[in-house]
Structures are given as C-alpha cells and as structure tokens.
C-alpha cells in the first residue's frame, strides 16, 4: 500500500511563494504519473498539475506560468514550487497518481494566501 506524506505548506501573502513536497512509499512510485492536488473550502478537490515517469508537465490554466511540478524518482518525491501565489490558490493540497484508482489520500499540507 503506497503512503503519501505532503509538507510545505504555510501561510505566505499574496505575490509570495512556497515549495511543496510529496514523499511516497514503495517503488512503484517511479513508473506512476503523479499530481497535485487541492481542494478549497467549499469546492471539489481538483488537479492542477500532472507530470509523467518520463517528466513531462502539464497545468490548469488557472496556475500555468506560477507553478511548477517536479519529481526526484531517487527520492521518490515529487515537488511543487509556486510563485505569484494568489489569494485564490488557498486551499489544502494533496499529491497522488495521475490516474484511477487512485491511492489512499496523505493529510495534505494546507497553503494560505493572505495579507
């Protein structure tokens, strides 16, 4: 059974950034697509980034240009770095597999865009 453990987050004002980290067990982490994940107060969790085994990205146009997502296959740890945060971009954030079934949900890391 993978575990998922998210960490990074905090509370930062707008135009600032943050750099999540996901940390996961089991080796089949290496050959999986991975997210990002959030989920606002109120909303539907959504993907808002995705990157293959082999690296390649893709964005939800509402993040595209701020955020980047990375992996360390070594590490077996995927990251998120984002710039420009905006008060819109506060919500709980989980990483899992780009696809279903998906693994069992970590605690997530919460981020807060505030002044």
């Known amino acids: 059974q993978v575990q998922l453990v998210e960490s990074g987050g905090g509370l930062v004002q707008p135009g600032g950034s943050l750099r999540l980290s996901c940390a996961a067990s089991?080796?089949?982490?290496?050959?999986?697509?991975m997210g990002w994940y959030r989920q606002a107060p109120g909303k539907q969790r959504e993907l808002v980034a995705a990157?293959?085994?082999?690296?390649?990205?893709t964005y939800t146009d509402a993040v595209k240009g701020r955020f980047t997502i990375s992996r360390d296959n070594a590490k077996n740890t995927i990251y998120l770095q984002m710039d420009s945060l905006k008060p819109e971009d506060t919500a709980v954030y989980y990483c899992?597999?780009?696809?279903?079934?998906?693994?069992?949900w970590g605690q997530g890391t919460q981020v807060t865009v505030s002044a």
């Open positions: 899992n597999r780009n696809r279903s079934p998906l693994w069992p």
């Open positions: 990157i293959t085994s082999g690296g390649t990205t």
């Open positions: 089991g080796r089949i982490f290496r050959i999986e697509s």
